[in-house]
């Protein structure tokens, strides 16, 4: 076993050597209007004339290479107290347009947690598995883990891959689908910080329990039902609202095991790909605070579990994953970056593993498809047409392609960079060439300079059109604006009418793989 100072070297030496800038992310700065606002991040991502870093320019960064050296000396007091804790206060304070409150005494309290798993058994043909995540604040394991359960409860969790086409068939589509809205409602309802919000029941395992998913899985039938209710897993009924769909940003995740089957599933993010787009000493500061409920109540005044409360941890959907056979040994470490679909990608290359019985390559190369309650995704180019008829024909309503390896990340990161202070995006469609927007903003200024921002410098973007803007129904956020309701809708420029920078990425060039799980005891990776 290394010392734990050791294992910050290789770090250190990378930040002192530096990497070469990608055409990902070359593209990506482009981009993102607001990380050069920020004079520390301009000066180091971007040159003096205000563009990006040419790709293949080396990126060096002493200064994060001086604080590894202390979190290897130290420990985790240097980052909550001293000199770097000094510099992040300041710079959240110090914000010139959205100052915040952040205090010494804040970052000194901070402690991180450690939780007790949840485990649950999972049976897949004639084996039996036992799978392992991490608990709540994380809605990752139990959202999976009621996907898996739920389906393996159907008919459909049984059927092979298509033998001509390698793919799952409408059914399993379906199914998965159904069983997805359950657990998403599962999760709006009752899922958040537990120093916080009761688990029903008194255990979060009660979402879980082979009972309540047998009476769960008997909602699922051949055709999209017209709503998914949360269910009533425990004695105890909640107070609380179900939380309205957001959209949520990216992660990064890796899952090894080394040569003595010593396993690690770490799933990590800052939020968006530049988080606040702050940088103090080398590294940029997180966007947390947007994985909490953007309204803290319903229309009717009843609090959301996931709302903003002081010292409270944000609801994630992360789920890093550890799988043991029937006995005790381990057979896969899983997990996966993608925001709220992390739960579909893992849930996915957990079926391919166990029931298909894949290799973990395999399960990870298979098309990327998911609901978050709403309308069916599915991975560009990779779905025939027979089977998205199929899918319609059960009701579901299928949005064209909104899941596609090479372009959402860059609309994301875009649509997130042409974002103002005070307006937050909820919702991202594409359909075709055209892609819906909804968002929340606290005035009609910022909804203009949004139409401003992406009229007059979005890349994948153009012809920004206000569809609709309305008063919102919250009357119950204290400290802030009034809100509306904002629906926009932008076009898609085709690729061939994008004119690139030098060294600039083109769409196709720019690939993000969203899946990328992780299994197997060599550790193989895709990312």
């Not at 979005?458 to 920004?464: G, Q």
Request: aromatic share 6%.
């Amino acid at each position: 076993r290394l010392r734990s100072a050791a294992l910050f070297e290789p770090a250190i030496r990378l930040a002192e050597t530096g990497f070469p800038v990608s055409p990902r992310l070359h593209a990506m700065l482009q981009a993102d209007a607001h990380l050069r606002k920020d004079p520390t991040a301009a000066a180091f991502f971007y040159q003096p004339d205000g563009t990006p870093w040419p790709v293949g320019h080396r990126l060096k960064n002493p200064e994060l290479a001086e604080v590894l050296r202390r979190l290897a000396r130290d420990g985790s007091r240097a980052l909550h107290e001293g000199e770097i804790a000094q510099a992040i206060v300041a710079k959240v304070q110090g914000h010139p347009g959205n100052p915040g409150r952040m205090t010494l005494a804040d970052l000194a309290g901070y402690h991180a947690k450690t939780r007790e798993a949840i485990c649950h058994d999972h049976t897949a043909g004639s084996r039996r598995w036992k799978i392992c995540g991490f608990p709540p604040p994380s809605s990752g394991a139990i959202a999976v883990g009621q996907i898996l359960g739920l389906m393996a409860r159907t008919g459909a969790a049984q059927e092979p891959l298509a033998t001509d086409t390698g793919l799952p068939s409408a059914d399993r589509l379906h199914t998965h689908m159904e069983a997805s809205r359950l657990a998403f409602a599962d999760r709006a309802q009752y899922l958040g910080d537990p120093d916080f919000v009761p688990a029903p029941g008194g255990d979060w395992r009660s979402l879980l329990d082979p009972a309540y998913l047998d009476a769960r899985a008997r909602l699922i039938h051949a055709q999209r039902a017209p709503t998914a209710p949360a269910g009533v897993p425990g004695p105890v009924r909640t107070s609380f609202a179900p939380m309205a769909e957001q959209i949520e940003y990216g992660t990064s995740h890796i899952s090894i095991v080394d040569a003595e089957g010593r396993a690690v599933s770490m799933t990590t993010t800052i939020e968006d790909a530049f988080g606040a787009r702050q940088m103090v000493r080398g590294f940029l500061l997180n966007n947390e605070l947007s994985d909490f409920s953007f309204a803290p109540a319903d229309t009717a005044g009843r609090p959301v579990a996931n709302r903003v409360e002081p010292g409270k941890r944000p609801r994630s959907s992360m789920a890093p994953t550890l799988v043991f056979d029937a006995e005790g040994r381990l057979a896969a470490s899983a997990g996966s970056p993608g925001g709220a679909l992390i739960i579909h990608y893992t849930a996915r290359t957990l079926h391919g593993l166990l029931q298909w019985r894949l290799d973990p390559q395999a399960a990870i190369d298979l098309p990327n498809f998911g609901t978050t309650g709403g309308p069916v995704v599915l991975e560009k180019g990779r779905f025939p047409a027979p089977v998205i008829e199929a899918l319609k024909a059960r009701q579901q309503v299928v949005e064209n392609f909104q899941i596609d390896r090479n372009m959402p990340v860059h609309l994301l990161n875009e649509l997130a960079a042409q974002t103002p202070e005070g307006m937050y995006l909820t919702t991202v469609r594409q359909d075709g060439q055209s892609i819906a927007v909804t968002a929340v903003a606290q005035t009609n200024e910022r909804v203009s300079e949004f139409l401003r921002n992406t009229a007059r410098s979005s890349t994948w973007l153009e012809k920004p059109e206000l569809v609709e803007i309305k008063a919102a129904p919250v009357s119950t956020v204290r400290d802030a604006k009034r809100l509306y309701d904002v629906s926009v809708r932008l076009t898609l420029r085709r690729p061939q009418d994008l004119e690139p920078a030098p060294g600039a990425a083109s769409p196709d060039a720019s690939a993000s793989d969203p899946g990328g799980v992780s299994s197997g005891r060599h550790g193989r990776r895709r990312s």
